[in-house]
């Protein structure tokens, strides 16, 4: 089971600025749970020693500084087919 950071320090347009987490990935996914249980996904932008910014993919409509963040440990991946002239979204485990 992951862990639940509720240190998110600011919100500001799609970021949320989350402070003293334990060592995340650039790009690693992010479940960020709201006050009434729905689940936002975001992704890692950017990671310092006491600071992670994370983009949302769903916006931060009902996020305040007490919603529940999780660092997933997977990152998204665009994968190319040698067959196929479309790419596919893809994600891994770290």
Do not use: W
Request: charged share 25%; aromatic share 6%.
């Amino acid at each position: 089971m992951t862990k639940e950071y509720k240190t998110i320090r600011d919100v500001s347009g799609p970021l949320i600025f989350v402070e003293k987490t334990e060592p995340v990935g650039y790009s690693e996914l992010v479940n960020v749970t709201l006050d009434d249980g729905s689940v936002k996904r975001g992704q890692v932008l950017d990671t310092a020693k006491d600071m992670v910014v994370v983009q949302m993919f769903e916006g931060t409509g009902g996020l305040n500084r007490g919603s529940g963040v999780r660092f997933t440990g997977e990152t998204l991946f665009a994968a190319k087919s040698s067959r196929s002239s479309q790419a596919q979204v893809c994600h891994t485990t770290r």
